[in-house]
């Protein structure tokens, strides 16, 4: 069975793990609503997307 020859530093524990952070989602404002959205999606309260409706807002949850 395969054993590690020396052990793993913190600092290349910690250089390794550097790309595992979390980004924030980025929000915008619809245009018509003013409700805040996520980019290259239809908003969930009026169901415009690009200046067009798409979802029919009389849709209920």
């Known amino acids: ?11 290349h524990k910690h ?4 790309h595992h952070a ?3 989602t980025s ?3 619809c245009p018509k609503c003013s409700a805040p959205v996520k980019p290259h999606r239809a908003c969930g309260e009026c169901g415009h997307y690009k200046g067009q409706q798409v979802i029919d807002g ?3 949850k």
Not at 15 to 18: C, I, L, Q, Y
């Open 15 to 18: 250089k390794r793990a550097s």
């Open 58 to 60: 009389s849709q209920e």
């Open 1 to 11: 069975m395969a054993v590690p020859k020396r052990r793993t530093s913190k600092t």
């Open 27 to 29: 929000l915008t404002l």
């Open 22 to 24: 979390l980004t924030v």
